[in-house]
């Protein structure tokens, strides 16, 4: 229960404001019991009163009563289940929303080590799982206490000794779920697991169809995908076995309506009881199934629970998002930054991704940061950015230590021109307002212009509202690089990160996207990572990474006399031009 207790604590599943919602299902709880107890005793009534004694109005007057009860019942029950419902679903979306901004919350390294399948599973089936089942067992316990409870008091009241029967037999309902319990905690955590395997997998078939059909892999796809199923339906028919077993109680049932008949029937025999009480009482115990089963099955149902918040615990923030900010404002502008001995490796790597790295660069100015890949390029933007942290040394951004600032802050201050721009399924006009929620649609028009970006968004079928697909598939590269560039436009940061911005393009689009950067780093600290020495020749000064390490820094010129492994990349440059050149 330590995982539920981690989710509680950390806020991730919260129901007090859910109270008056429950309180109605309580009270519908109460109600449906009331009116669903008394139609054994308004049938007993019938038979007795009515059918017996050959009174016609005694027989409609009961029989209006017996469908006004069942009305009352049913709707009760109704309500009841419409509540419960609506709780468990409320509950199930403040649980994944509140778990989604948990994850948020974490370091970056979390999703280095952690597949996206998985984590969907999790906010999924694993959230689902805890919350509706969570206010299904409330809703179940409730029924079944408050049934039990008036059922055997009626019982007690009006038939004496027979209740004892029910009474000795009932603790023995719940001697199998008790025996099942740890295996079925077992199964079910395993079943989750092998849920989230099949998630895993279908979600990498889908964002993989390009590379399948290329490569001619769809039987092996197909078969993967088949392995997780064989598992999955294992572990779930093991899982399906284990609650049958649990629920093999239900066969004491028989004994109990056994003991009520011998009971009951030599009482109607001796005269003591009549024929009506006794249908009464059969039905009653008909009844009293109802809420021991309930009850029964909540052991199977509580460790579905726990196994799901075992795994969710994995990933429950250990506090807010507010109380783990803090930190100094950030004032916008162009800032200084400086890199004093930065080492960096990530957890699961011997060797570190960053050596002892120092350098300054002053505000406004181009820096160019190059070497071959592994060499620590992105690493470092990413620790400008606070995706992670420094094992030693430390970052200075306008002579404080870049950990005094609040994080989200430094993030604002700091526009990403990634090798390739994610956007959302969605409207062109929806992707540019990523950059800042509040913009106009006329400081959207003008970004888009100065990002050359208006001239084919306005040709586009429906202009700025047109749809572009998910991942933006419905538009070329270039054209959602300079959608990219018009959301960073649109958000005005201080600081700049071009990372292989252009490394995808052809030649007509990178032009149009050139002339769009240009115009973007106008005034602010840029960061520019490139293999290619051409689209940094104009940085005011170049680093080359090596394996981790600053191995050289200067201009263009300089570097080509001192660096091998600038001379290196420029050589395999020059090379790709002229086999370009040479083509037919």
Sequence with gaps: MSALRKLLAAGAFRIRHLAPGLLAGLAAAAVYTAAQTSIPLVTGS???????????????????????????????????????????????????????????????????????????????????????????????????????????????????????????????????????????????????????????????????????????????????????????????????????????????????????????????LAGQLTVGKLVALVALLAYLDGPVGRLARLGADAQRVIAGAERLGRIAPAESAAAAAGGQPLLPGGHRVAFEGVTFRYEESGEPALRDVSFTIEP????????????????????????????????????????????AAVRREIGFVLQETLLFAGTVEENIRFGRLDATDAEIEECAEIANAHEFIRRLPQGYASEIGERGVQLSGGQRQRIGIARILLRKPGLLVLDEAMSALDTGAERLVREALERLMEGRTTFIIAHRPSAFAGADRIFVLDRGSIAAAGRHEELLAASPVYRRLAGEEEAAERQTGERP
């Design 46 to 268: 019938i038979v007795d009163q009515a059918l017996l004694a050959h009174d016609a109005h005694a027989l409609r007057v009961r029989v209006f009563c017996l469908v006004g009860v069942a009305a009352v019942s049913i709707t009760a029950r109704g309500v009841h289940q419409t509540v419960f419902t609506w709780l468990g679903e409320r509950s199930r979306a403040e649980l994944q929303s509140r778990l989604l901004a948990g994850l948020y919350d974490l370091p970056l390294a979390f999703f280095d080590r952690e597949r996206s399948g998985r984590l969907l599973s999790l906010l999924n089936e694993d959230a689902s799982t805890v919350a509706r089942v969570s206010f299904q067992m409330l809703s179940e316990a409730t029924l079944g206490v408050l049934q039990l409870a008036l059922i055997l008091g009626v019982v007690a009241a009006r038939y004496g000794q027979a209740v004892l029967a029910a009474l000795l037999l009932i603790p023995l309902y719940t001697v199998f779920p008790l025996v099942f319990a740890r295996r079925m905690r077992g199964a079910s955590r395993d079943a989750l697991a092998a849920t989230a395997e099949v998630t895993t997998v279908l979600q990498e078939g889908i964002q993989a169809v390009r590379e399948v059909k290329v490569f001619g892999r769809e039987a092996w796809a197909v078969g993967r995908l088949r392995r997780r199923l064989a598992a999955d339906i294992a572990r779930q028919v093991r899982l399906a076995f284990l609650r049958s077993a649990s629920a093999f109680d239900y066969a004491l049932y028989f004994l109990v309506a056994a003991a009520v008949y011998w009971i009951g029937g030599r009482q109607v």
């Design 364 to 407: 406004g100015q181009r820096v160019a940061i190059v070497g071959p890949s592994g060499a620590g390029k992105s690493t470092l933007v990413g620790l400008l950015a606070r995706l992670y942290e420094p094992g030693a040394g430390r970052i200075l951004l306008d002579g404080r230590d870049l950990r005094s600032y609040d994080a």
